[in-house]
C-alpha cells in the first residue's frame, strides 16, 4: 500500500476481469476504496476479498452499464454508501470482430450499447457525485479508437466514439477542474479475444497476438494509476500504448 490515493473512492466498471481488475487491484494498493462493478458477481467478491486480503478496501456492485435502471441504481448506491465519487474508470467493454459484409448487426448493437452509451450513461450518472476540483474520469478506449483496422469497424466505430466523447467531456468538466483521461492500449491478453464469433476474424486476431508479445492488464493499470496519481494541475488527456514489438 503507497497511500498514494488514500480516502479515494473509486468505481471501476470491467472489474471482473482484465484491466478492470488490474486496475482496481493498483487503486486499491494505493490506499483508494475501489467500488469494483460488474455483472458476474461471484468474480467482483474474490477479488474484494482478495483486496481485503492484502489490506486495502474494496465492494462489489452488480452493474450491466447497458442497462439504464442498473446504471441509475448503482449511482444512487454509491451516493448512499460513500456520498461522492472521485475517480471514475470505465472500462466494461466487448469486441466483436468480422467484417461488415458478414457482421451480425446485434454485435454492433451490443458493443454500441456496452463500449460507448454504456459509458456515456455510467458517466453522466456519476458526475452529480464528483467533487469539484479532484474529480478524475478514465475512460479505457483502444488503439482501436485511433487507428480502424479492416475487420474491425463496429468495435473501431464504438472506440472513436470513446475518444470524441472523452474529449468533448474533458473540456466541458475543464471549468470544475475534474479531469478526464482516455487511454488506449494495443493488444492486452485478458478474456477480451475469447467473445470474437466469426472464425476468420478470430484467426486474424490470434495471428496478430502471437507475432508479438501482448502487453499485460498491469501494463494498462500502471497507466491509469500513473493519470490518477498526478498533482491536480497536471490532466493527462491521452495515453497511447502499444506492445513495443507492435508496428
Ligand atoms: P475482459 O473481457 O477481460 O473484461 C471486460 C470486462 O467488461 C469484464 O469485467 C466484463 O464483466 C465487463 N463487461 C462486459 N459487458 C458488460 C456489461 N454489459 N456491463 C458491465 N460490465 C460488462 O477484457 P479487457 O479487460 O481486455 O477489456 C477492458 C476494456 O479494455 C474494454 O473496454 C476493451 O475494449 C478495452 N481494451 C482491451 C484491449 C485488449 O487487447 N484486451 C485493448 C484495448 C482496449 P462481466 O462479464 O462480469 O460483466
Redesign the pocket.
Known sequence: MDGLLADRVALV????????AATALRLAAAGAHVVLA???LD?LEALAAGIAGQGGSASALP????HDADVAAAAGTLRDRHGRLDILVN?????LLSPVAEADPAEWRRMVE??LI?LMQVTRAVLPLMPSGHGHVVN?A??AGRIANPGASGYAATKFGVVAFSESLRRELVGRRIRVTVVE????V???QEHVTHPAARATLLERMAAVESLE?EDVAAAVFYAVSQPPRVGVNEILLRPAGQE
Open positions: 466498471t470491467g472489474a471482473s476481469s482484465g484491466i478492470g460488474a455483472r458476474r468474480r452493474l450491466d452499464v447497458a472500462a466494461a467493454g466487448v469486441m456496452i463500449n454504456g479505457i483502444s488503439l492500449p494495443g493488444v492486452v485478458t478474456e477480451l492488464a
